[in-house]
Nanobody
Framework: QVQLVESGGGLVQAGDSLRLSCAASGLTFRNYFMGWFRQAPGRERESVAGISWSGTATLYRDSVKGRFTISRDNAKKMVTLQMDGLKPEDTGVYYC??????????????WGQGTQVTVSS
């Protein structure tokens, strides 16, 4: 019933930009804290950014702060991740996820299938 579908990934060079989108359905979107996570080959999944229910609060891991911007549109049930100044270390599968609780360390109830981001040097 609940679906989170990511899009916007691709192959880019270092310094380029990408905008990821996550379309949600089957849930009361405005009642969920939304997060972006990523997983590089051979590494554990890690948090990237999160945004509160109304979009007034955002969280970022230090390595993307100032380069990535998370936003949401509750009317459209969409969350986006604008990624600027991409680096090879940003490479990985990016996942959109929804939590009933605040924070990147919270339990996430729903996950998307992921979209691949590859940044070459």
């Amino acid at each position: 019933q609940v679906q989170l579908v990511e899009s916007g990934g691709g192959l880019v060079q270092a310094g380029d930009s990408l905008r990821l989108s996550c379309a949600a359905s089957g849930l009361t979107f405005r009642n969920y804290f939304m997060g972006w996570f990523r997983q590089a080959p051979g590494r554990e999944r890690e948090s990237v950014a999160g945004i509160s229910w109304s979009g007034t609060a955002t969280l970022y891991r230090d390595s993307v702060k100032g380069r990535f911007t998370i936003s949401r549109d509750n009317a459209k049930k969409m969350v986006t991740l604008q990624m600027d100044g991409l680096k090879p270390e940003d490479t990985g599968v990016y996942y959109c996820a929804a939590s009933q609780q605040y924070g990147l360390g919270a339990k996430y109830d729903y996950w998307g299938q992921g979209t691949q981001v590859t940044v070459s040097s």
